[in-house]
């Protein structure tokens, strides 16, 4: 079983860890590895042949009509003036909250959920004192009262404890907040500097295919200059209406060239799902190959669909292909592993500062295959893709083949 160490905040990141930590090795027995390296084989060898293509599912709107509840007969004018007055009474607004109230809640949650993990010095006793600080402060705008809040996280030293804004968190609630398929994040500098990054990259999305890549340092959007810009800033500035076209100035690599792209936003998700069926042994079985890119809203359904087509096309066995894929939604990749899974088995379970904090999510429902499953992994699968290997790993439904995964090993609440 695995232990995810959880950080309970207001507002998070989401993008991935600055530096991997090692996962744990897989424990497979020799037959396994040779029955997973022989499918495997043959599969590939089958991809080569360009056998039976099939596309990717499409979207698919399901619309189902409820029966229409009949109107109510009006009650009595003595009982809608009782009522009234109730419901008047009831809904009575709330005061608005303070500023130093704001501050004070967000040190509270903080207080009450954050979970050292040993990689910082976390004391409760300055923890303390800042609450001191609040109690005597002042504050005379909302937006003091944010970066009061901001500077408090900030000491944490924790990359994934962020205050958003609402209208920051508006934006946050999609994945790609970017409209161009990319994630980013700050990365410090060899003179001391913050440097903007591309950590998450959606592959064939729109700025995959102009041409930026996983590393690219993020100089200039539409001609102004991002330094001193902080990721979400920088975000923002890409964003635009669908299908119009936004320049990057990106910087490959740590010393490769300088140039400037063209790419055009493209805000309709896509479906990540890819799918193929191929021939192995001579054509005598069949094996259904699974390419997840990134676990959005679509990614769930797409892969269902995939799954039933390839069963009813007759694959033997499944190839789960999570190579490259950073996460995304997480409650997206605990819906993915229970496919696979027995009703009870253990998906995730996670551990925080406190008991009432910690949860065990396990199967619901029957798996959607029996088969084989091989799932394939390197050391850019991580987040929600970890959680669906190592869920399939440690309940002996997959065999995992590749390299060591990024071990990301901490979820983030919103």
């Known amino acids: 079983m695995r232990v995810l160490l ?13 530096s991997p930590k090692p996962a744990a090795p897989s424990r497979l027995g020799p037959n396994s590895i040779h029955w997973a390296k022989k499918a495997l084989i043959g599969a590939l060898g089958g991809a080569l042949s360009l056998g039976l293509l099939v596309s990717s599912p499409s979207s698919l709107a399901i619309e189902s009509s409820s029966p229409s509840i009949p109107a109510q007969p009006p009650p009595s004018s003595e009982y809608c003036k009782e009522d009234e007055g109730d419901v008047i009474a009831e809904s009575a607004p709330e005061p608005v909250a303070t500023n130093e109230g704001i501050v004070e809640e967000a040190w509270e949650i903080v207080n009450d959920s954050f979970l050292d993990t040993g990689r910082r010095s976390w004391l409760p006793e300055n923890w303390q004192m800042k609450k001191e600080d609040i109690r005597t402060s002042s504050i005379k705008s909302r937006s003091k009262a944010h970066d009061m809040i901001k500077r408090m996280l900030a000491s944490l030293g924790d990359p994934y404890t962020r205050f958003l804004s609402p209208d920051e968190f508006s934006k946050m609630a999609r994945y790609d907040m970017s409209g161009i398929g990319i994630n980013l994040r700050e990365v410090p500098g060899d003179n001391g500097d913050v440097k903007v990054k591309v950590l998450g990259l959606l592959l064939d999305g729109p700025a995959h295919a102009a041409g930026v890549r996983q590393g690219d340092e993020i100089l200039a959007v ?37 140039q400037s792209i063209d790419v055009q936003r493209q805000l ?59 996460g995304g939604l997480v409650q997206a990749g605990i819906e993915i592993a229970k496919l696979f899974l027995n009703e009870g088995e ?9 008991p009432q904090y ?15 499953v091989i799932v394939l992994v390197n050391n850019n699968t991580a987040s929600a893709s970890e959680i ?7 309940n002996c439904k997959g065999v995992l083949v590749g390299d060591r995964t990024f071990g990301k090993m901490v979820l983030v609440w919103l």
């Open 6 to 18: 959880v950080s309970n905040t207001t507002t998070v990141s989401l993008s991935s860890p600055p």
């Open 222 to 258: 539409n001609g102004v200059d991002v330094k001193g810009k902080s990721a979400f800033e920088v975000s923002s500035s890409i964003q635009g209406p669908n299908e119009t076209f936004v320049t990057i100035k990106v910087k490959h690599g740590n010393c490769g060239p300088i």
């Open 268 to 326: 309709v998700a896509r479906t990540p799902v890819f799918y193929r069926l191929e021939q192995i042994e001579n054509g005598t079985r069949s094996v259904g190959y699974l390419r997840l890119k990134e676990f959005n809203a679509l990614a769930r359904k797409d892969l269902v669909i995939a799954m039933k087509r390839l069963q009813d096309m007759g694959a033997s066995f499944f190839i789960l292909d999570l190579r490259d894929n950073r």
């Open 346 to 354: 253990t998906v995730i379970y996670t551990v925080g500062k406190d």
């Open 358 to 372: 910690q949860q065990n999510i396990v199967a619901d429902t029957a798996p959607l295959i029996k088969a084989p």
């Open 388 to 394: 669906v290997a190592s869920a399939l790993h440690d």
